[in-house]
């Protein structure tokens, strides 16, 4: 079936701005993570949801950050008056429930803040 | 704060070239999965190391996961320009959440 898809897959904006990111995970995933990478870097949690539990925020760098999740489908993130250090890939993961299970990841949104 | 150190950050090798790149932390990990990634794309799963000491292979590539389960090593034996890549270990933290390395970025040179 099909992939974790993103959009959009890129996005020029400039500081000040809000920027919406979108995820459609894979259908019956009841996990989805956002992660946030920076230019030649490893992945940093952001953001953790499992089924209808409260998620787990504690990565989020700041409170101009914020995610929503309907049910176990599509996901946004929302990035509120984007700073210059926000301008990175940030990327979707989805999978069934476990840290033993595969995390399949989307091809990301690269955001660049000028 | 737990933390993922992988080594070397950058490697670039000819080909047919074997090669070890090292994930270690202070941490214990529950089970450790090392990614690779291609530019323009999101990390794709190679393997899921769960128990300390277990050995995987997968065709040329050999994982490691150390005895006390904080430390992990990738063995590409024979490399090939289709190595080329990002090579990212992540740790399994609690039940739920990973914590990514740094990253080693491999070129394999034809």
């Known amino acids: 079936g099909a992939g974790v898809s993103q959009s959009p897959s890129n996005k020029v904006t400039e500081k000040g701005k809000d920027v919406e990111l979108r995820c459609d995970p894979i259908s019956g995933h009841t996990a989805l993570y956002w992660y946030r990478q920076r230019l030649g870097q490893g992945l940093e949690f952001l953001i953790y949801?499992?089924?209808?539990?409260?998620?787990?925020k504690s990565g989020l760098p700041s409170d101009r950050f914020s995610a929503e999740r309907t049910g176990e489908s599509v996901s946004t993130l929302t990035i509120q008056r984007t700073q210059q250090e926000d301008s990175a890939v940030y990327l979707c993961?989805?999978?069934?429930?476990?840290?033993?299970?595969?995390?399949?990841f989307g091809p990301g949104t690269r955001l660049l803040v000028l | 704060t737990q933390l993922l150190e992988q080594s070397p950050q950058f490697l670039s090798i000819q080909e047919g070239e074997n090669l070890t790149v090292y994930c270690n932390s202070s941490?214990?990990?529950?089970?450790l999965q090392w990614y690779r990634q291609e530019p323009g794309e999101g990390p794709v799963l190679l393997v899921t190391v769960v128990t300390g000491g277990e050995v995987k292979k997968l065709k040329r590539l050999t994982f490691q996961f150390g005895d006390a389960r904080k430390d992990s090593s990738l063995h590409i034996t024979a490399a090939q320009p289709g190595d080329t890549g990002l090579y990212l270990c992540a740790g399994a933290w609690g039940t739920y959440k990973y914590i990514f390395g740094t990253g080693t970025r491999l070129k394999v040179l034809a």
């Open positions: 941490s214990v990990f529950s089970s």
């Open positions: 949801f499992q089924g209808n539990s409260a998620p787990d």
């Open positions: 993961a989805s999978s069934l429930p476990g840290t033993q299970e595969t995390q399949y």
